[in-house]
């Protein structure tokens, strides 16, 4: 895949990132020398953030991406902040439903668990009294 963004342009660099959700996804990201700083190009994944296979069509999202121009930083930031707030919606409805879950699950009995170190103990303490 490299190879192939290379023979679109020589700063085209393939990189890998790790979402908040611990997934892999990629970015193509362009490079010039070290006075400009690095260029988002393109973010490999679907619309709802889960990545996307590599493939020959991220090589055809970059030349189409270039007939069309430069994108504007607030359209990327918006669409970053949208993204971050549907995860965050997803995050907190799972934590919601593991909450109930928990709270249903959790039936436990007030008396004890009597294990055998605790039974053993008692059965010494009787036999130094009883002494």
């Known amino acids: 895949m490299q190879i192939q963004l290379r023979e679109l ?24 020398d070290g006075t400009v700083p690095p260029a988002f190009i393109e973010d490999w994944r679907e619309p709802d953030g ?7 069509a991220l090589t055809l999202a970059i030349q189409k991406r270039m007939k ?14 949208a993204l971050k707030a ?5 995050m907190a409805a799972a934590y919601e439903e593991q909450a109930l ?19 053993r103990a008692r059965e010494r303490e009787r036999r130094r009294i009883g002494k």
Request: glycine fraction near 4%; avoid cysteine.
């Open 50 to 56: 889960t990545p996307k296979q590599l493939s020959s």
């Open 101 to 119: 879950e928990v709270a249903r699950s959790d039936r436990r009995s007030s008396v004890l668990h009597r294990g055998v170190h605790l039974q």
């Open 9 to 32: 342009d020589l700063h085209l660099v393939l990189t890998r990132e790790r979402d908040r959700m611990g997934r892999d996804y990629y970015v193509v990201i362009y490079y010039t």
């Open 86 to 90: 549907s995860h965050d919606a997803d």
């Open 68 to 81: 069309e121009g430069p994108t504007s930083l607030a359209q990327i930031n918006a669409h970053n902040d």
